[in-house]
Nanobody, 125 residues
C-alpha cells in the first residue's frame, strides 16, 4: 500500500523558512517521482515542485523558482522541500504525491495518483 506522509508545515513570518518532509512507503522509491502540490482556499491546485531520481529531473514552478529547493534521501525514502524567502502568497495546504518516474520532468509535473494528508503552511505579512 502506497503511503505518503507530509510534515513540517507551520506559521512563519514573511521572509522566513520552512522545510517540509514527505516520508514514503509501499513502493520502490527509486522508480517513482515525488511531487509537491499546494492548494490555497479558492484557488486551483498547483504543482510546486517535483523530483524524479530515475530521470534525474527536478522541476520548480515559476512562482517558487529560486526560493524553494527539493531534495531526496533515497536511503530514508524521504523527499524534502526547503522553502526560503516565504511570501504570504505561499500560504496553502501542501501535499506530497507520488507516481511513476516520468510524471516529473524538468518542464513540469503531472497530477499524480497517490497522495497523503497535507500540511498547512501559513505565511504572515
Amino acid at each position: 500500500e502506497v503511503q505518503l506522509q507530509a510534515s513540517g508545515g507551520g506559521l512563519v513570518q514573511a521572509g522566513g523558512s520552512l522545510r517540509l518532509s514527505c516520508a514514503a512507503s509501499g513502493f520502490n522509491f527509486d522508480d517513482y517521482a515525488i511531487g509537491w502540490f499546494r492548494q490555497a482556499p479558492g484557488k486551483e491546485r498547483e504543482g510546486v515542485s517535483c523530483i524524479s531520481s530515475r530521470a534525474g529531473s527536478t522541476y520548480y514552478a515559476n512562482s517558487v523558482k529560486g526560493r524553494f529547493t527539493i531534495s531526496s534521501d533515497n536511503a530514508k525514502n524521504t523527499v524534502y522541500l526547503q522553502m526560503n524567502s516565504l511570501k504570504p502568497e505561499d500560504t496553502a495546504v501542501y501535499y506530497c504525491e507520488a507516481d511513476t518516474w516520468y510524471y516529473c520532468t524538468e518542464y513540469g509535473v503531472s497530477p499524480m495518483d497517490y497522495w497523503g494528508k497535507g500540511t498547512q503552511v501559513t505565511v504572515s505579512s
